[in-house]
Protein backbone atom coordinates (compact mmCIF):
# COMPACT_ATOMS: atom_id res chain seq x y z
CA UNK A 1 0.00 0.00 0.00
CA UNK A 2 1.30 3.63 -1.16
CA UNK A 3 1.22 5.73 2.36
CA UNK A 4 0.40 9.45 1.47
CA UNK A 5 -0.63 10.89 4.64
CA UNK A 6 0.71 10.18 8.04
CA UNK A 7 -1.46 10.46 11.06
CA UNK A 8 -0.42 10.48 14.84
CA UNK A 9 -2.67 9.55 17.60
CA UNK A 10 -1.14 11.03 20.75
CA UNK A 11 -2.28 10.52 24.51
CA UNK A 12 -1.66 12.94 27.12
CA UNK A 13 -0.67 11.72 30.81
CA UNK A 14 -1.48 13.14 33.90
CA UNK A 15 0.44 15.90 35.98
CA UNK A 16 1.55 13.51 38.56
CA UNK A 17 0.55 10.43 40.51
CA UNK A 18 -0.47 7.53 38.29
CA UNK A 19 1.58 8.53 35.61
CA UNK A 20 4.83 8.96 37.04
CA UNK A 21 4.61 9.20 40.62
CA UNK A 22 5.71 12.52 40.86
CA UNK A 23 4.74 14.94 43.41
CA UNK A 24 3.35 18.29 42.39
CA UNK A 25 5.78 20.39 43.87
CA UNK A 26 9.52 20.96 41.93
CA UNK A 27 11.95 19.88 44.82
CA UNK A 28 16.14 18.51 45.07
CA UNK A 29 16.00 15.41 45.48
CA UNK A 30 17.97 14.83 48.58
CA UNK A 31 20.53 12.08 47.97
CA UNK A 32 21.24 10.16 44.66
CA UNK A 33 19.58 6.88 46.29
CA UNK A 34 16.39 8.69 46.91
CA UNK A 35 16.78 10.26 43.45
CA UNK A 36 17.37 6.07 42.25
CA UNK A 37 14.27 5.05 44.28
CA UNK A 38 12.06 6.98 43.20
CA UNK A 39 12.87 7.03 39.62
CA UNK A 40 12.53 3.23 39.91
CA UNK A 41 9.54 3.36 41.31
CA UNK A 42 8.12 5.89 38.85
CA UNK A 43 9.25 2.93 36.31
CA UNK A 44 7.64 0.22 37.88
CA UNK A 45 4.62 1.69 38.27
CA UNK A 46 4.43 2.68 34.62
CA UNK A 47 4.85 -1.02 33.82
CA UNK A 48 2.66 -1.99 36.53
CA UNK A 49 -1.49 -1.82 36.93
CA UNK A 50 -1.47 1.73 35.11
CA UNK A 51 0.47 1.23 32.17
CA UNK A 52 -2.01 -0.12 29.51
CA UNK A 53 -2.83 1.15 26.25
CA UNK A 54 -5.10 4.38 25.75
CA UNK A 55 -8.67 1.89 24.46
CA UNK A 56 -9.71 4.93 22.67
CA UNK A 57 -6.83 4.88 20.52
CA UNK A 58 -6.61 1.51 19.80
CA UNK A 59 -9.78 2.01 18.43
CA UNK A 60 -9.13 4.68 16.51
CA UNK A 61 -5.69 3.11 15.07
CA UNK A 62 -7.47 0.09 14.12
CA UNK A 63 -9.13 1.86 11.56
CA UNK A 64 -8.15 1.52 7.89
CA UNK A 65 -7.95 4.04 4.81
CA UNK A 66 -6.06 3.22 1.86
CA UNK A 67 -3.28 5.28 1.79
CA UNK A 68 -3.40 6.89 5.12
CA UNK A 69 -0.65 5.48 7.61
CA UNK A 70 -1.73 5.64 11.56
CA UNK A 71 0.73 5.85 14.72
CA UNK A 72 0.41 6.43 18.33
CA UNK A 73 2.42 8.29 20.76
CA UNK A 74 1.93 7.65 23.94
CA UNK A 75 4.12 10.65 26.25
CA UNK A 76 4.07 8.24 29.83
CA UNK A 77 7.29 6.67 27.41
CA UNK A 78 8.01 9.06 24.49
CA UNK A 79 8.02 12.64 23.99
CA UNK A 80 6.29 14.29 20.37
CA UNK A 81 8.35 13.06 17.79
CA UNK A 82 8.72 16.57 16.23
CA UNK A 83 11.09 15.96 13.79
CA UNK A 84 8.48 13.60 11.68
CA UNK A 85 6.62 15.17 9.14
CA UNK A 86 2.27 14.85 10.10
CA UNK A 87 -0.44 15.69 7.62
CA UNK A 88 -2.72 15.07 10.65
CA UNK A 89 -2.24 15.11 14.73
CA UNK A 90 -5.28 13.85 16.76
CA UNK A 91 -5.26 14.02 20.62
CA UNK A 92 -7.06 12.81 23.39
CA UNK A 93 -8.61 15.63 25.75
CA UNK A 94 -9.50 14.42 29.41
CA UNK A 95 -10.89 17.12 31.11
CA UNK A 96 -7.91 17.03 33.85
CA UNK A 97 -5.28 17.35 31.21
CA UNK A 98 -6.59 19.95 29.01
CA UNK A 99 -4.59 22.35 29.92
CA UNK A 100 -1.57 20.47 28.90
CA UNK A 101 -2.90 19.19 25.94
CA UNK A 102 -3.53 22.65 24.47
CA UNK A 103 -0.23 23.58 24.96
CA UNK A 104 0.65 20.77 22.43
CA UNK A 105 -1.96 21.63 20.06
CA UNK A 106 -1.15 25.31 20.15
CA UNK A 107 2.89 24.60 19.36
CA UNK A 108 1.93 22.28 16.67
CA UNK A 109 0.33 24.63 15.02
CA UNK A 110 2.61 27.28 15.34
CA UNK A 111 4.39 24.61 13.07
CA UNK A 112 1.29 24.44 10.60
CA UNK A 113 0.59 20.61 11.50
CA UNK A 114 -3.09 20.25 10.86
CA UNK A 115 -4.07 19.21 14.95
CA UNK A 116 -7.33 17.69 15.53
CA UNK A 117 -9.04 17.57 19.27
CA UNK A 118 -11.29 15.01 20.63
CA UNK A 119 -12.16 12.56 23.76
CA UNK A 120 -14.30 13.43 27.12
CA UNK A 121 -13.73 17.11 27.42
CA UNK A 122 -14.15 18.18 23.97
CA UNK A 123 -17.80 16.39 23.73
CA UNK A 124 -18.72 18.57 27.24
CA UNK A 125 -16.76 21.50 26.52
CA UNK A 126 -16.23 22.46 22.75
CA UNK A 127 -16.29 26.01 22.97
CA UNK A 128 -12.94 25.77 25.50
CA UNK A 129 -11.47 23.72 22.28
CA UNK A 130 -12.17 25.84 18.89
CA UNK A 131 -9.20 28.14 19.36
CA UNK A 132 -6.84 25.39 19.75
CA UNK A 133 -7.57 23.23 17.33
CA UNK A 134 -8.26 23.19 13.37
CA UNK A 135 -11.05 20.23 13.60
CA UNK A 136 -13.21 19.39 16.56
CA UNK A 137 -14.72 15.49 16.72
CA UNK A 138 -17.37 15.33 18.91
CA UNK A 139 -18.76 12.31 21.04
CA UNK A 140 -17.47 8.18 20.30
CA UNK A 141 -15.60 8.60 17.13
CA UNK A 142 -15.79 5.53 16.46
CA UNK A 143 -17.38 6.05 12.40
CA UNK A 144 -16.86 9.60 12.79
CA UNK A 145 -12.53 8.84 12.59
CA UNK A 146 -12.94 6.68 9.63
CA UNK A 147 -14.54 9.95 8.00
CA UNK A 148 -12.28 12.36 9.24
CA UNK A 149 -9.44 9.73 7.51
CA UNK A 150 -10.77 9.51 4.06
CA UNK A 151 -11.43 13.49 3.90
CA UNK A 152 -7.92 14.29 4.61
CA UNK A 153 -6.89 11.52 1.92
CA UNK A 154 -9.07 13.72 0.11
CA UNK A 155 -7.69 17.10 1.10
CA UNK A 156 -11.69 17.87 2.04
CA UNK A 157 -11.38 18.00 6.09
CA UNK A 158 -14.18 19.73 7.76
CA UNK A 159 -13.30 21.94 11.16
CA UNK A 160 -16.10 19.81 12.70
CA UNK A 161 -17.61 15.91 13.16
CA UNK A 162 -20.44 15.05 14.93
CA UNK A 163 -23.15 12.71 15.05
CA UNK A 164 -26.68 12.78 16.55
CA UNK A 165 -26.22 8.99 17.45
CA UNK A 166 -24.16 6.79 19.30
CA UNK A 167 -21.87 4.08 17.27
CA UNK A 168 -24.15 0.89 17.19
CA UNK A 169 -21.44 -1.51 19.01
CA UNK A 170 -23.26 -4.59 17.32
CA UNK A 171 -21.74 -3.79 14.31
CA UNK A 172 -18.28 -5.75 13.70
CA UNK A 173 -15.18 -3.20 14.20
CA UNK A 174 -12.37 -5.52 14.69
CA UNK A 175 -9.52 -3.55 17.39
CA UNK A 176 -5.76 -3.94 15.87
CA UNK A 177 -2.79 -3.40 17.98
CA UNK A 178 -0.25 -2.57 15.27
CA UNK A 179 0.41 0.65 15.94
CA UNK A 180 1.51 -0.20 19.94
CA UNK A 181 4.93 -1.38 21.13
CA UNK A 182 3.34 -3.92 22.88
CA UNK A 183 6.39 -4.51 25.72
CA UNK A 184 5.98 -1.23 26.56
CA UNK A 185 2.85 -1.87 28.39
CA UNK A 186 2.01 -4.73 31.34
CA UNK A 187 -0.58 -6.44 28.85
CA UNK A 188 -2.28 -5.16 25.31
CA UNK A 189 -4.55 -7.15 25.88
CA UNK A 190 -7.82 -4.43 26.57
CA UNK A 191 -11.58 -5.76 25.61
CA UNK A 192 -14.46 -3.46 26.20
CA UNK A 193 -17.69 -5.42 25.96
CA UNK A 194 -20.06 -2.52 25.88
CA UNK A 195 -20.53 1.10 27.06
CA UNK A 196 -23.34 3.40 29.05
CA UNK A 197 -23.99 3.21 32.44
CA UNK A 198 -27.52 3.06 33.83
CA UNK A 199 -26.64 4.65 37.09
CA UNK A 200 -26.55 8.28 38.17
CA UNK A 201 -23.79 8.82 39.97
CA UNK A 202 -23.54 12.77 40.74
CA UNK A 203 -19.51 12.57 40.22
CA UNK A 204 -19.59 10.74 37.57
CA UNK A 205 -19.57 11.34 34.08
CA UNK A 206 -20.39 7.67 32.33
CA UNK A 207 -23.97 8.16 31.78
CA UNK A 208 -23.29 11.75 30.49
CA UNK A 209 -21.27 10.67 27.90
CA UNK A 210 -22.05 7.41 26.97
CA UNK A 211 -25.59 7.23 27.57
CA UNK A 212 -28.11 5.63 30.34
CA UNK A 213 -28.77 2.69 27.98
CA UNK A 214 -26.44 -0.32 28.34
CA UNK A 215 -25.07 -0.43 24.52
CA UNK A 216 -23.43 -4.05 23.95
CA UNK A 217 -21.04 -5.43 21.73
CA UNK A 218 -21.68 -9.20 20.04
CA UNK A 219 -20.49 -11.91 22.29
CA UNK A 220 -19.39 -13.34 19.01
CA UNK A 221 -17.17 -10.51 17.59
CA UNK A 222 -15.85 -10.51 20.85
CA UNK A 223 -14.94 -13.93 21.75
CA UNK A 224 -12.90 -14.01 18.38
CA UNK A 225 -11.21 -11.18 19.53
CA UNK A 226 -9.84 -12.73 22.85
CA UNK A 227 -8.63 -15.72 20.64
CA UNK A 228 -6.99 -13.65 18.36
CA UNK A 229 -5.63 -11.22 21.04
CA UNK A 230 -3.70 -14.53 22.15
CA UNK A 231 -2.18 -15.27 19.33
CA UNK A 232 0.33 -12.25 20.02
CA UNK A 233 -0.08 -11.49 23.44
CA UNK A 234 -0.90 -14.28 26.49
CA UNK A 235 -0.67 -11.90 29.05
CA UNK A 236 -3.48 -10.98 31.56
CA UNK A 237 -6.52 -9.54 29.64
CA UNK A 238 -8.49 -6.27 31.08
CA UNK A 239 -12.09 -6.02 30.72
CA UNK A 240 -12.67 -2.43 31.01
CA UNK A 241 -16.16 -2.07 31.00
CA UNK A 242 -17.20 0.44 33.80
CA UNK A 243 -19.34 -2.33 35.19
CA UNK A 244 -18.74 -6.30 33.58
CA UNK A 245 -21.95 -7.49 35.70
CA UNK A 246 -24.19 -5.02 34.30
CA UNK A 247 -26.32 -7.32 32.27
CA UNK A 248 -25.89 -10.37 34.12
CA UNK A 249 -27.58 -12.86 31.38
CA UNK A 250 -25.34 -11.06 28.85
CA UNK A 251 -21.89 -11.56 30.85
CA UNK A 252 -22.84 -15.62 31.92
CA UNK A 253 -23.14 -16.43 28.35
CA UNK A 254 -20.11 -13.98 27.16
CA UNK A 255 -18.13 -15.21 30.03
CA UNK A 256 -19.28 -19.33 30.06
CA UNK A 257 -18.02 -19.27 26.20
CA UNK A 258 -14.60 -17.65 27.05
CA UNK A 259 -13.87 -20.70 30.01
CA UNK A 260 -12.21 -23.03 27.40
CA UNK A 261 -10.33 -20.29 26.26
CA UNK A 262 -8.58 -20.62 29.94
CA UNK A 263 -7.33 -16.51 30.28
CA UNK A 264 -6.69 -14.85 33.33
CA UNK A 265 -8.51 -11.75 33.29
CA UNK A 266 -9.02 -8.45 35.51
CA UNK A 267 -12.49 -6.48 35.23
CA UNK A 268 -14.54 -3.68 37.02
CA UNK A 269 -17.86 -4.63 38.98
CA UNK A 270 -20.24 -3.53 41.49
CA UNK A 271 -20.63 -5.70 44.51
CA UNK A 272 -24.22 -6.79 43.35
CA UNK A 273 -21.72 -9.60 42.47
CA UNK A 274 -21.60 -11.03 45.39
CA UNK A 275 -25.62 -11.54 45.32
CA UNK A 276 -25.44 -13.09 41.73
CA UNK A 277 -23.90 -16.63 42.73
CA UNK A 278 -24.43 -17.99 38.80
CA UNK A 279 -22.60 -15.39 36.96
CA UNK A 280 -19.97 -15.36 40.24
CA UNK A 281 -19.21 -18.73 39.81
CA UNK A 282 -18.85 -18.62 35.58
CA UNK A 283 -16.63 -15.44 35.69
CA UNK A 284 -14.26 -17.22 38.49
CA UNK A 285 -14.29 -20.31 36.19
CA UNK A 286 -13.15 -17.95 32.89
CA UNK A 287 -10.49 -17.23 34.64
CA UNK A 288 -11.36 -14.25 36.40
CA UNK A 289 -8.93 -13.24 38.76
CA UNK A 290 -9.61 -9.71 40.43
CA UNK A 291 -11.73 -7.16 39.81
CA UNK A 292 -12.41 -3.53 41.13
CA UNK A 293 -15.44 -2.22 42.81
CA UNK A 294 -16.83 1.30 43.59
CA UNK A 295 -17.68 0.94 46.89
CA UNK A 296 -17.25 4.74 47.43
CA UNK A 297 -18.57 5.44 50.87
CA UNK A 298 -20.46 2.69 53.47
CA UNK A 299 -21.97 5.84 54.92
CA UNK A 300 -25.64 5.92 54.23
CA UNK A 301 -26.39 9.90 54.31
CA UNK A 302 -22.97 10.14 51.52
CA UNK A 303 -24.49 7.83 49.20
CA UNK A 304 -27.70 9.49 49.24
CA UNK A 305 -26.33 12.40 49.08
CA UNK A 306 -24.37 11.61 45.97
CA UNK A 307 -27.23 9.76 44.18
CA UNK A 308 -25.02 6.15 44.67
CA UNK A 309 -28.09 3.99 44.85
CA UNK A 310 -26.69 0.74 43.45
CA UNK A 311 -25.04 -2.02 46.02
CA UNK A 312 -26.14 -0.85 49.56
CA UNK A 313 -24.15 -0.36 52.66
CA UNK A 314 -26.02 -2.95 54.38
CA UNK A 315 -25.01 -4.99 51.70
CA UNK A 316 -21.76 -4.58 50.68
CA UNK A 317 -20.18 -7.19 53.52
CA UNK A 318 -21.39 -10.19 52.72
CA UNK A 319 -21.19 -9.06 49.06
CA UNK A 320 -17.56 -8.58 49.17
CA UNK A 321 -17.20 -11.80 51.29
CA UNK A 322 -18.96 -13.76 48.39
CA UNK A 323 -16.75 -12.48 45.96
CA UNK A 324 -13.11 -13.30 47.86
CA UNK A 325 -14.76 -16.78 48.78
CA UNK A 326 -14.84 -17.57 44.60
CA UNK A 327 -11.20 -17.09 44.66
CA UNK A 328 -11.21 -13.01 43.33
CA UNK A 329 -9.19 -10.57 44.32
CA UNK A 330 -11.11 -7.20 45.16
CA UNK A 331 -9.76 -3.65 44.77
CA UNK A 332 -12.41 -1.49 46.61
CA UNK A 333 -12.84 1.89 46.02
CA UNK A 334 -13.79 4.29 48.30
CA UNK A 335 -14.51 8.14 48.05
CA UNK A 336 -13.48 10.44 51.27
CA UNK A 337 -15.09 13.30 52.22
CA UNK A 338 -18.28 12.90 50.41
CA UNK A 339 -21.25 15.08 51.97
CA UNK A 340 -22.78 12.57 54.53
CA UNK A 341 -19.02 11.66 55.79
CA UNK A 342 -17.15 12.87 58.87
CA UNK A 343 -14.33 12.75 60.87
CA UNK A 344 -15.88 9.33 62.36
CA UNK A 345 -15.89 8.28 58.84
CA UNK A 346 -12.08 6.96 59.01
CA UNK A 347 -12.99 4.73 61.89
CA UNK A 348 -15.58 3.33 60.08
CA UNK A 349 -13.59 2.60 56.93
CA UNK A 350 -10.78 0.85 58.70
CA UNK A 351 -13.55 -1.30 60.48
CA UNK A 352 -14.89 -2.21 56.98
CA UNK A 353 -11.56 -3.01 55.63
CA UNK A 354 -10.82 -4.77 58.61
CA UNK A 355 -14.28 -7.22 58.30
CA UNK A 356 -13.59 -7.89 54.63
CA UNK A 357 -10.49 -8.66 54.30
CA UNK A 358 -10.13 -6.50 50.89
CA UNK A 359 -7.05 -7.06 49.13
CA UNK A 360 -5.98 -3.58 47.97
CA UNK A 361 -8.74 -0.52 49.86
CA UNK A 362 -7.87 2.51 47.81
CA UNK A 363 -9.15 6.04 49.61
CA UNK A 364 -10.06 8.60 46.97
CA UNK A 365 -10.32 12.37 47.53
CA UNK A 366 -13.62 13.35 45.93
CA UNK A 367 -12.82 14.69 42.62
CA UNK A 368 -15.59 17.33 41.48
CA UNK A 369 -14.94 16.89 37.64
CA UNK A 370 -16.20 19.98 35.35
CA UNK A 371 -19.13 18.61 33.44
CA UNK A 372 -20.60 16.62 36.48
CA UNK A 373 -23.73 17.34 38.95
CA UNK A 374 -21.15 17.64 41.61
CA UNK A 375 -19.03 20.26 40.47
CA UNK A 376 -21.88 22.27 39.49
CA UNK A 377 -23.31 21.64 43.07
CA UNK A 378 -20.21 22.49 44.85
CA UNK A 379 -19.88 25.85 42.23
CA UNK A 380 -23.13 27.21 43.59
CA UNK A 381 -22.22 26.54 46.77
CA UNK A 382 -19.08 27.96 46.30
CA UNK A 383 -16.74 24.79 47.99
CA UNK A 384 -14.88 24.79 44.95
CA UNK A 385 -11.19 25.56 45.66
CA UNK A 386 -10.00 26.16 42.08
CA UNK A 387 -11.36 28.88 39.69
CA UNK A 388 -14.86 27.07 38.30
CA UNK A 389 -14.73 29.58 35.15
CA UNK A 390 -11.22 28.15 34.18
CA UNK A 391 -12.19 24.38 33.06
CA UNK A 392 -8.38 23.59 32.54
CA UNK A 393 -8.15 24.78 36.36
CA UNK A 394 -9.58 20.76 37.64
CA UNK A 395 -6.31 18.88 36.48
CA UNK A 396 -6.17 14.85 37.72
CA UNK A 397 -3.61 14.00 40.52
CA UNK A 398 -3.46 11.17 42.40
CA UNK A 399 -5.42 12.51 45.81
CA UNK A 400 -2.47 15.20 45.70
CA UNK A 401 -4.55 18.23 46.39
CA UNK A 402 -8.08 19.27 47.60
CA UNK A 403 -9.83 20.71 45.00
CA UNK A 404 -13.28 21.31 47.73
CA UNK A 405 -14.14 21.96 50.93
CA UNK A 406 -16.11 19.04 52.65
CA UNK A 407 -19.23 19.97 53.71
CA UNK A 408 -19.12 18.15 57.63
CA UNK A 409 -15.49 18.37 58.60
CA UNK A 410 -12.54 21.32 58.41
CA UNK A 411 -10.14 21.63 55.43
CA UNK A 412 -7.27 21.13 57.98
CA UNK A 413 -8.73 18.28 59.87
CA UNK A 414 -9.75 16.36 56.62
CA UNK A 415 -6.14 16.57 55.38
CA UNK A 416 -4.98 14.94 59.35
CA UNK A 417 -8.18 12.39 58.89
CA UNK A 418 -7.17 11.52 55.80
CA UNK A 419 -3.19 11.32 56.34
CA UNK A 420 -3.53 9.34 59.08
CA UNK A 421 -6.09 6.57 57.69
CA UNK A 422 -4.02 6.08 54.64
CA UNK A 423 -0.80 5.27 56.67
CA UNK A 424 -2.72 3.64 59.02
CA UNK A 425 -3.69 1.27 55.82
CA UNK A 426 -0.77 1.20 53.78
CA UNK A 427 2.89 0.73 54.89
CA UNK A 428 5.08 -2.49 53.78
CA UNK A 429 4.03 -4.43 56.17
CA UNK A 430 0.25 -4.50 55.59
CA UNK A 431 1.17 -4.69 51.98
CA UNK A 432 2.87 -7.80 52.18
CA UNK A 433 -0.15 -9.44 54.44
CA UNK A 434 -2.51 -8.48 51.78
CA UNK A 435 -0.54 -9.87 49.11
CA UNK A 436 -0.22 -13.04 51.06
CA UNK A 437 -3.98 -13.25 51.73
CA UNK A 438 -5.41 -12.46 48.65
CA UNK A 439 -7.44 -15.29 47.24
CA UNK A 440 -5.71 -14.87 43.95
CA UNK A 441 -2.98 -12.47 41.58
CA UNK A 442 -1.27 -12.53 44.50
CA UNK A 443 1.84 -10.65 43.01
CA UNK A 444 -0.68 -8.29 41.26
CA UNK A 445 -1.70 -7.39 44.83
CA UNK A 446 1.29 -7.13 46.70
CA UNK A 447 2.61 -4.43 44.03
CA UNK A 448 -0.43 -2.32 43.96
CA UNK A 449 -0.29 -2.44 47.82
CA UNK A 450 3.66 -1.79 47.67
CA UNK A 451 3.36 0.88 44.84
CA UNK A 452 0.30 2.74 46.83
CA UNK A 453 2.33 3.01 50.20
CA UNK A 454 4.72 4.78 47.82
CA UNK A 455 1.38 6.81 46.29
CA UNK A 456 -0.17 7.86 49.61
CA UNK A 457 3.44 9.42 51.24
CA UNK A 458 3.38 11.51 48.09
CA UNK A 459 -0.55 12.44 48.36
CA UNK A 460 0.02 13.15 51.96
CA UNK A 461 3.13 15.28 51.43
CA UNK A 462 1.57 17.37 48.75
CA UNK A 463 -1.56 17.86 50.58
CA UNK A 464 0.25 19.56 53.45
CA UNK A 465 2.17 21.66 51.32
CA UNK A 466 -0.67 22.67 49.66
CA UNK A 467 -2.60 23.76 53.24
CA UNK A 468 0.62 25.36 54.08
CA UNK A 469 0.55 27.68 50.73
CA UNK A 470 3.24 26.07 48.59
CA UNK A 471 3.48 26.37 45.25
CA UNK A 472 3.35 23.61 42.38
Known sequence: MNVSKKVLLVFIPSESGVDGARSLYAEPEKSPILYWFNNSVRKLIKRSQFAIPPLSLMILSSIEVSGVEQQVCDMRFEDFPEAEHWDLVGISVQTGMARKAFELAD??????????????????????????????????????????????????LKSEYSSDRFPDLEEPRPVSKNALLKNRYFTTNLIQTGRGCPYNCDFCNVHVLNGRSLRRRKIDDIVGEVARFLRHDRRIFFFVDDSINADPTYAEELFRRLIPYRISWFGQATTTLGQQPRLLE???????????????????????????????????????????????????????????????????????????????????????????????????????????????????????????????????????????????????????????????????????????????????????????????
Open 282 to 472: TLARSGCRALLVGIESIEPESRDAHRKTQNRSTELVAAIKNIRSAGISLYGSFIYGLDGDTLDTPAAILDFIDETKLDVPGINILRPIPGTRVFDRLREEGRLLFDPTDITAFRYTFGQEMLYLPKNIPLDAFVESYSKLTREIFSTTSSIHRGFGAPSAKTAVLFFNLFYTHLYGLSRNDLHKQLAGAQP
Open 107 to 156: RLRKKNLTVALGGAHVTLFADSCRVHADILVHGEADDLWKTVLEDLKSGN
